[in-house]
């Protein structure tokens, strides 16, 4: 399953602003939807961890605005690879290791391709291919 293309730009929370030295204002963060393309819920994407409390610090935002959650972690283990699923306990969609984000696969195929075949004809690089 494909990776949730949404996108939100975030602006900094008041209290980092406050925190700010005069003249260096924080800037807006871009922040990416972690989940599988089919959930219905809010969009979720981690922004860092706290160990001293076992839990992701993650936002989730949707048309209404975003929010800060301290969530637990899924505990559900690949049984291929004994990896943890990196999202929240009980998120919606698929684990993490079934969500491939599509341009990660387009940049792996064109590695997977390289060196490219010399006596291949070149592709245009102009025309989109």
């Known amino acids: 399953m494909n990776q ?8 900094p929370p008041d209290h980092v602003v406050r925190l700010a030295a005069p003249g260096h ?7 990416l939807c972690e989940l599988g393309d089919d959930h219905e819920e809010d969009h979720a994407s981690l922004l860092w961890d ?13 048309g209404a605005g ?6 637990a972690w899924c505990p559900a283990i690949d049984a291929r690879s004994e990896d943890a699923c990196g999202l929240f306990a009980g998120h919606p969609s698929a684990h ?9 696969e387009a940049v792996a195929a064109v590695v997977d391709g390289w ?4 006596a291949a004809p070149r592709p245009d690089p102009l025309d989109g291919a």
């Not at 949730?4 to 975030?10: E, R, Y």
């Not at 975003?66 to 969530?71: D, E, N, T, V």
């Open 115 to 118: 060196p490219p075949d010399t």
């Open 66 to 71: 975003a929010r800060l959650a301290g969530l």
């Open 96 to 104: 993490d290791w079934d969500v491939l984000d599509p341009t990660l």
């Open 25 to 31: 204002l924080p800037e807006a963060g871009y922040v």
């Open 4 to 11: 949730c293309t949404a996108v939100a730009l975030l602006p």
């Open 50 to 62: 706290d160990d001293a409390n076992r839990e992701g610090i993650w936002v989730r935002w949707n």
